[in-house]
């Protein structure tokens, strides 16, 4: 079985620049996360879609970040303009999610994408 | 608010040695607790997932235990190798249903020495 896709690696860009991430879940989760670790840290909720809706945004900078899940598969994540802070790794996720009423809770992760803002 | 900590913050040991690593949750009232491993530079592999009726899982080396009235939960690796050598994560989620999401800790990073 396939697991959770990420691209790209690695992104080196300099601050007021713009960046976008890709994710593919594993087959069939119909939830997806997107995370944010910051170096020594736990990795921190920035979206969570249930199929392509929003279930939780709470947390994500929407002056500068924004997320899309069209067709409830593939989803994008975006950073525009990147400030210096954004240097992270950007975690994607994938759940089974719903089943018969119950969230399935295991998350399965990306390898993640490492971005530098310079 | 959840909020996860995860004690020691950096643990090294001689290989072969047995040990634990730590994790509490200050809202008891968790639907399951999930043990992670991170490799540097790379993604989550999930190690062990605890549902809240369960207390304790096991897989290979690994032994989770979850103490939900105290708000804990401990990973013991048995017989320590180098391979071992990574962070290692716990995370609650904050409620079932449609809003399910994890928080996490900092954290353990775990150095075995040859």
């Known amino acids: 079985e396939a697991g959770v896709a990420q691209s790209p690696r690695y992104k080196i860009i300099e601050k007021r620049q713009s960046v976008a991430f890709w994710c593919n879940p594993i087959?069939?989760?119909?939830?997806l996360y997107w995370y944010q670790q910051i170096l020594g840290q736990g990795p921190k909720l920035l979206i969570q879609?249930?199929?392509?809706?929003?279930?939780?945004d709470s947390q994500l900078p929407k002056d500068r970040f924004s997320a899309e899940r069209l067709k409830g598969v593939d989803s994008t994540l975006k950073i525009q303009p990147a400030k210096l802070e954004d240097s992270a790794v950007y975690l994607c996720?994938?759940?089974?999610?719903?089943?018969?009423?119950?969230?399935?809770?295991?998350?399965?992760f990306g390898e993640g994408s490492r971005l530098t803002v310079l | 608010k959840q909020e996860v900590t995860q004690i020691p913050a950096a643990l090294s040991v001689p290989e072969g040695e047995n040990l634990v690593l730590n994790c509490s949750f200050t809202d008891s009232a968790i639907y399951n607790l999930q043990w992670f491993r991170q490799d540097p530079g790379k993604g989550l592999t999930s190690l062990l997932l605890i549902q809240s009726s369960q207390r304790e899982q096991t897989s290979g080396r690994l032994n989770a235990s979850l103490d939900k009235s105290s708000g804990r939960s401990t990973l013991y690796i048995a017989a320590s190798q180098p391979g071992d050598s990574a962070t290692y994560l716990c995370a609650v989620p904050n409620s079932g249903g449609s809003n399910y999401k994890l928080t996490f800790g900092k954290g353990t990073l775990l150095t075995v020495n040859p």
């Open positions: 996720a994938s759940s089974l999610g719903l089943a018969g009423g119950l969230a399935t809770g295991e998350l399965f």
């Open positions: 879609f249930q199929n392509n809706g929003v279930v939780d």
């Open positions: 087959s069939g989760h119909a939830t």
